[in-house]
C-alpha cells in the first residue's frame, strides 16, 4: 500500500525537523546569493567534505546540478532509496551522505548553489494516468522538497522527456517503473508534461526559500537534442519544446528553462561549434514565444571522452565552448538583429564524478587517468583555467517580442546574400546548373539545367508561431526542360530536406498544374492540403505579395497580386487549413525547373505581424 500524502508530509515535517536539530543553521539562515559565475558541474564529488571541487574551481562558487526521486515506495522498491529527501521506514536506508537534504546542504554550506532535479523516478517525468503516484502527488512532493531544502531556489522538472525511456508507467507486477508508455500516449506528451509542469511549480510557489534572491525559479525540462531516432527519441526537442511551450496557456508561469546541448562528434572546434547551433536553436524557439527575459540553465553539457586522445579534444572542447558562451552572454547579437543575446545563465558540465559508468564524461576521472596537467589536453584542468577566467554568469533580459514585432527582414539591398547572423543568415541550396545571387534589392533564382532545386533557407533556426510575408516576381515562367515548373515557400520544415510544408506556385507555362498554387508536404510530394488557381494566371512580368500565418494547427494563406494588391488567393477564416503535425521548423525560398524567379522582400515575425481585419478582404501590414 502506498504511503498517503497525508502520511508523506507527516513523514517529511518529522525528517525536516531531525534534519534542523543536526544542522540548525540551515533552517534559519538566508544562504549566500546565487553564484556569479557562469561555470557549474552536474554531481558533486562524491564526499561533500571533500576539496577537490574547489580545488578545480579556485575556491569560486559554481553551479551544482544534482536530483531527488520522490516516489519513495519506488526508490525503496528499487534499491535506491538515497535520492528521497525524506525519511521512510527502514531508516537505515537514508544513511549518511547520501540523504540528500543533508548531504546538499553539505554542498551548499561552501558557497555553491544547487540547482535540483525533481522526478517521481527515474525514467518518469510526468505520471501516467492510472499510476499510484499522480500527478497530485508529485507537486504534493515537490512542495515537501522544497520546505525540506529550503537552501534551494533552481528546481528542474523532469528531464528529456522526448526520449522513449524517459516516459515510463508503474508495473503492479513487478512494483517498479518498467512499462513503456504506449506509442499514442507519446504524442501528447509535451502537452502532458506541461500540465505536470505547472502543478509542481505552483506547489514549489507555495515555499519561500532562505535564499538570496529569496525567489523560486522552476524550470521547464531540457529536451535531448535533435531529430527522432527509432526507439531513442520519440519526438525532436524542436517540436517537443515548442509545444510544451505553447500548452501553457499563461506564459508569466514559465519561470525559466533548462537546456541541454553537447559537442558534435567530428564538429569543427573540436564540436564547439555544433553544441552552440544546437543551445541557438533551442534558444530561437523560446524567444518566439516572447519568454527572452526568463533565465536559462544549460544543466548538462560534455562530450564523450573513451580514451586519453578523446580526453585532450574534450578539455579543448571546454576551453572553446565556454569562450562561445562567454562572448555570447557579452558580445554583440547573435540571432536576432538589433535585439540582446538571451543571456545563458550557468553551464553545468555533465558530469563531476566519475563510477557507475560514467568515467567517459566525468571530471573527476580525467583529472588522475591521464598524466598531463595542461588544460589544453587534460578536462579537468581545462575546467579549472575556465573558473579562472571567471566566466560571469550572463544577466539582463534577451529580446522581448510582442505578437506584433518584426523579428528580421532583408530587402537585399547589399550586394550578397547575407551569410552571417545574426539573422537573415541565409544558406544556399542550389545544384549545378543554377545560380542563386543578391544585388540592387533583389535575390536572383534562376536555373539552366533541367529539373534542378535552386534557394536559399533557414534550416539551423526553426520557426514554431510566425507571419511570414514574401515579395515574389516571375521574370521567366519557362520551364527550362518539359515538365513542371514552380516557386516554393517552404516553412516549418525540418532541416533542409526533411518533412514540413511547401505553398508551391506553378507558372502558367508549367505542364503540371499551370498557374495553380498548392499546399504540399515536403519529402512527401503526394501529400496534399489544399490547392486553388491563381485569378489572371502566373506568367513572366507578374508579381506577388505572398503572406502566410502559422499559428498552432491553423495555417493561413493570401496572395495579393502587384502593385494594386489585387487579391487572387485567400485561404483564410474558414477557408484556412488545420494540419496536426510539424508544428516547427524553417523556411525556404526555391525554384525547380524554372528559369528564373526573383525575391525583393522577406519579413517574418509574431503571428500579428500580419493582421485580418473583421473584412475579410483586407489586411493590414504593421509597418
Known sequence: MRISIKNRLQTASRALLMLCAMLPGMCITAQPADTPYLAGIHWYHSDPASGDVEAMTGGHAVWVVDQALLDSNATVAAGNPWETPWVTSPTSDKSQPYYKPGYMEAVVAKGHTAIMRLHPFWGVNSPYPGDPYTVVDFANDCKVTAQLMTNVHVWQIGN??????????????????????????????????????????????????QTTPAAQVVLMQPCSPGDPIAGTRFM????????????????????????????????????????????????????????????IFITEFNKHMPNSTEAASGAKFINSAFQRMNAWNTGAPALWPGQMNHPLRGAAWFVYRGGAGWDDYALQHWKTAIASTQPDTNPWYAYQAAFAQEYPAGAGAGPLFTQTSVWWSDSFANAGLDALYPLPAWEVGKAAGTAVTASAGEARIAATSAFQVAGIRHSQIPFVDFSMEVEVSFTDVAAVAAGEANVDLRFRQAGADGPGFSLTFYSSQSAVRPGEVWLRKTAFWDTTYKSGVVAGGISTGDAFNVQIIAEGPRISVRVLRQPDDAMVLDWTGA?????????????????????????????MGGVGMITVSSDVGEWQLYE
Open 575 to 603: 477557408n484556412a487549413v488545420q494540419i496536426a503535425d510539424h508544428h516547427v521548423g524553417g523556411m525556404g525560398i526555391y525554384t525547380y525547373n524554372l528559369r528564373e524567379a526573383r525575391v525583393q522582400d522577406v519579413r
Open 160 to 209: 528529456e522527456a522526448n526520449l522513449n525511456g524517459e516516459n515510463m508507467r508503474w508495473n503492479e507486477a513487478t512494483n517498479r517503473y518498467d512499462l513503456p508508455w504506449p506509442a499514442a500516449d507519446l504524442t501528447q506528451a509535451p502537452e502532458r508534461y506541461a500540465a505536470t509542469y505547472i502543478a509542481c511549480r505552483e506547489k514549489i510557489h507555495e515555499v519561500v526559500p
Open 236 to 295: 525532436s526537442s524542436d517540436e517537443f519544446l515548442a509545444r510544451m511551450i505553447r500548452a501553457v496557456p499563461d506564459k508569466s508561469k514559465i519561470d525559466g528553462f533548462a537546456l541541454h546541448a553537447y559537442a558534435q562528434p567530428g564538429g569543427a572546434d573540436y564540436g564547439a561549434l555544433g553544441y552552440m547551433n544546437d543551445l541557438r536553436r533551442q534558444i530561437a524557439i523560446i524567444d518566439q514565444a516572447g519568454l527572452g527575459d526568463r533565465p
